[in-house]
């Protein structure tokens, strides 16, 4: 009698753990995971996400590249580097989860499933690039108003009492937004690394190419 093996229905990219590797900060160092699950075990948003990044990391290794790069577990991470630290084997899980999320974004994975997110990063970068500071209430109200006016107001009303909370307890600052000084210097720094950041990308492509 002939065995046959069971049909999958799942893709797998058995590439993807060598392309992770070579383009993912810190992706080099994946395999030196022995999946103990002390990241997963340590992360504070572990229950806001698909997987955890042991499992994350076991699936890369599997070559499930559709679902690594569309799992919410690179977009729920707050890089609060607990489970980078407590690591046994220095993976740099943070960095690889940011990086994995900002090669999604490349990739035409992320955009719509993160719309919210991506909405937000870009009022905090807004704030950040032209005050180099971040001012909440700028923040708060172009993200609100980024999905249109009636979301906007709706939101805005939803947590007014929050608002006016902070507000009294001097949490929120009221009147001009503050600048740091010598914002010409801050714009320099951007500007350069918008120009590593393009010339590294620009070198990926030519990898993934060759
Ligand atoms: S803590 Fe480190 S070695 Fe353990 S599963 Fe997470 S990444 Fe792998």
Redesign the pocket.
């Known amino acids: 009698m002939t065995a046959h093996l069971p049909e999958t229905k799942r893709k797998y990219d058995l590439t993807f753990a060598r392309w992770v590797s070579r383009n993912v900060h810190g992706g080099d160092k994946l395999n ?9 075990g340590s992360c504070p948003l572990g229950e806001q996400m698909d997987y955890g ?2 499992r994350l ?1 076991m699936m890369i290794r599997a070559g499930m590249k559709d679902e690594v790069m569309k799992s919410d577990t690179i977009w729920n991470c707050v890089a609060c580097y607990r ?1 980078e630290v ?4 220095g ?1 740099p ?1 943070t960095h690889i989860l940011d990086s994995l999320s900002v090669v999604a974004v490349r990739e035409g994975y992320a955009e719509a499933k993160n719309a919210e997110t991506t909405r937000f990063a870009k009022a905090f970068w807004w704030s950040a690039k032209k005050f180099g500071l971040t001012d909440e209430r700028l923040v708060t109200a172009l993200y609100y108003f980024s999905g249109g006016i009636g979301e906007g107001i709706r939101k805005g009303m939803a947590n007014q009492k929050i608002a006016l909370r902070m507000i009294g307890k001097k949490r929120m600052h009221v009147g001009m937004p503050r600048k740091i000084k010598r914002r010409g210097e801050l714009k320099k720094i951007l500007a350069k690394a918008v120009e590593i950041e393009n010339r590294n990308d620009a070198a990926a492509g030519e990898e993934v190419k060759s």
């Open positions: 030196m995971c022995m999946q103990c699950g002390v990241c997963s990044p042991r990391f489970s407590r690591c046994p084997r993976v899980v």
